[in-house]
């Protein structure tokens, strides 16, 4: 079952711009993160937000969390076409995720 | 050091057919997962083993069945292959200590034909 529902599905934007994409999920959290996957290979790890964090930066990323309304929030900053990738928010034990469906990002140069 | 390495990429069967997906963790990591992706489905967590035991399992049918190995390394095999099983399957290493994320290997993409 999935635990996340990312939103949008799919995003399109030009070099340079931010993307900003969402994820709700349902239980209660001990942590939550996010991953990047290039067009069907791997998955790679973004950040990982704690509970009892707010906001994250890492980089370009930057992560937020709303725990009262079960969401967390992924933006990217000045994007570029490496970024074009499918991004998954996920919770559960380190080692037995959940995932949500993902947002398939588009950048364009 | 090396990352996760899942082999083979690539495999092709046929329905009925049972086939073995092998996973060789980061050094060091006891806990290997199991995931299956799939467009309909999305990503779903099949099994983690940790020290040659199962210690937590996913929602699939009892075809799909997995085990590790003292060096770590893991399989997971499916038996008796339908259409549905055509997906990549991914697996992840764990280490330990809190905050540690899963390090994803970058599939088997199995096609059932």
């Known amino acids: 079952s999935q635990q996340g529902e990312e939103d949008p599905q799919a995003l399109s934007i030009q070099e340079g711009e931010n993307a900003t994409m969402n994820c709700s999920y349902k239980?209660?959290?001990?942590?939550l993160q996010w991953y990047r996957q290039n067009s069907g290979r791997g998955l790679v790890h973004l950040i990982l937000?704690?509970?009892?964090?707010r906001e994250k930066h890492s980089g370009r990323l930057r992560v937020t969390l709303d725990t009262s309304k079960k969401s967390s929030s992924l933006l990217i900053t000045a994007s570029r076409a490496a970024d074009t990738a499918s991004y998954f928010c996920?919770?559960?034990?380190?080692?037995?995720?959940?995932f949500g469906k993902g947002t398939m990002l588009l950048v364009s140069p | 050091k090396a990352g996760v390495t899942q082999t083979p990429r690539y495999l092709i069967k046929t329905r009925g057919q049972q086939v073995t997906l092998s996973c060789s963790p980061i050094?060091?990591?006891?806990?290997v997962s199991w995931y299956q992706q799939t467009p309909g489905q999305g990503l779903q967590f099949l099994f983690e083993?940790?020290?040659?035991?199962?210690?937590n399992k996913g929602n699939f049918p009892g075809r799909f069945s997995g085990r590790q190995f003292s060096n770590s390394r893991s399989e997971m095999n499916v038996s008796t292959l339908e259409l549905g099983d055509s997906a990549l399957y991914l697996c992840?290493?764990?280490?330990?200590?809190?905050?540690?994320?899963?390090?994803f290997g970058q599939g088997t993409r199995l096609t059932v034909v």
């Open positions: 050094s060091g990591h006891r806990s």
């Open positions: 239980t209660s959290i001990n942590n």
């Open positions: 996920a919770t559960g034990g380190y080692s037995t995720l959940t």
């Open positions: 937000i704690r509970s009892n964090e």
């Open positions: 992840a290493s764990t280490g330990q200590g809190s905050d540690t994320e899963a390090f």
């Open positions: 083993y940790f020290s040659e035991t199962q210690r």
